[in-house]
């Protein structure tokens, strides 16, 4: 008993930090919002108006017309990646992760670049404006940032499907039909419904998007929390509505965590549902060519965006965007130089980074140890998910700056809602590989006399360093694109990167936000390299 309360006590530091910076200012922030707008009452008023409806109606019809496009497009090119080996398909599922590193103001300004007025497709192509603004412009940034996810859950149920119970369907005289149907379709539909929640989830909680390309017309509930609280100075009219939005979106998000539990591998290596790809099939051939529409599209987005980086700029030539950017008018602008705004993102995800990393390190260990702590330390990580980076950075500022000493205090919210944010990707990309591990190694450290959590560091964690340093590295990179919890939290001294951008593309500043974008691009992609460096992957 003392043995099995000491590996519990692991759960202890990440229990306590998920507890102090978000379950408790959470709790805080809606206890006195529903005090101030004078209890439950207060509630059904603020729900009754027309444009709280409105933003509500708007989450559900981006979300879900998000996620029916992205599994629709998503599961053929999921299947052509998970279940066949092709040169080259390693490096294709770490491509895949690009968009999703990257803050949603880069694919915002590719899809106007491209879509939007004088855009490069639009100007050739008048009807193409259709997608530059409004609710289409919003679910193609929506499908540019979550269509990738889709991909790569649906191919992780193909690897996670029985590949001898598929062979013996067709010994005993099963069509390829019947082996779809009742053995490795299954675990890609879990995976593909699993996007579809994930990328739900993501496209109802957008920000940036409405904001930028439609307006207050367009505004999800994120959107009309930051409205209610900053623009119209309502903070208990934001609380309480973001208690009715957790409330909403609860199902979908244990809808989620339960299917994405489903796609763990059960031992050995992932790619055992992988085969080599055949020869001179038609279907397999329209599954690659879907897969290569999808990926172009995606390219395409961001291609503009880096075209627009170099493109000429006013009478001067191309890439004079780049030294504009750097130039004191922008840094008076901004009332930051982009420099100090770098240094800020870079700082920041940092010191994010390395706090996931030190708090997944124990936690892996003890949700390794059964399946209902995996379920509830699953539940509790994905809790600053639900509430959304608005409603956690609200919180936050709500309790916690007070306390630390007001606005000297925000660069440590920064770090904390940024690692916060962090925690269930890094968690999630360090315990799939160790739980492939066989036992065999710790086990005999066990008999040795090690202490099991001892037996898990000379034993397991090794094996899976590659794991473990592409947590860390995934978590820097959300930190490096993370825009919204930190929009709500910074002053001028302490603005990073992707707000910097925001208020240059807010500004109408396009050719100086394409400069910015294209760095914080290249930055992604120079993470990308090193999630890839090695042969390591983030495993979703």
Known sequence: MRRSAGEWALFAPILAFVTLFALLPVAFLFATS?????????????????????????SLLQGGL????????????GVFVGRYLWPG??????VLLVPFLLPSLVVVLGVEDLFGTAGLLSGRIPEASFFGSGVPGIVLVNLVFNLPLV??????????AS?????????????????YRDTWGRPTWVGAAAGGFLTFLFSALSFAPPILLCGARCYTVEARIWSLDTVLLDPSGAGVLA???????????????????????????????ARPLPRRSLGVGLLAAETVVVLGGVALVLGAVLYRTVAPYGHQGAGAAWGTLFAPSTAARLGIGIPGALANTLL???????IAVLLVVPAAFSALRGARAGTGLGLLLFAPLLVSPVVLAFALATFWRPLLGGESAVWALVIVSQAMLALPFALQTLTIPLSGLSPEARESAQTLGAPRFAAFLDADLPRARQGLLTAGLLAFALGLGEFTATFFLVTPRYTTLPVALYGLVNSRQLPLA??????????????FLGLSFGGRRVEL
Request: with cysteine; proline share 4%.
């Open 34 to 58: 529903l005090s101030g707008a004078g209890g439950w009452g207060g509630l059904g008023a603020l729900l009754a108006d027309p444009l709280n409806r409105q933003a509500v109606g708007n």
């Open 66 to 77: 998000s996620a029916g496009l992205a599994v629709a497009l998503g599961y053929p090119a």
């Open 89 to 94: 398909r390693s490096v294709v599922r770490s």
């Open 151 to 160: 991909v790569l859950l649906t191919a992780t149920g193909c690897e996670v």
């Open 163 to 179: 590949r001898d119970l598929e062979e013996t369907v067709a010994t005993l005289g099963g069509s390829p039909a019947r082996a």
């Open 243 to 273: 208690l009715a939005m957790v409330v909403l979106f609860v199902a979908p998000s244990l809808a989620y965590l339960l299917l994405a539990r489903r796609l763990r591998p059960s031992g050995g290596r992932r790619e055992s549902g």
């Open 348 to 354: 920041f995800a940092v010191a994010a980074a390395g």
């Open 514 to 527: 394409d400069a910015a974008a294209g760095l914080l691009l290249l930055l992604s992609l120079a993470v």
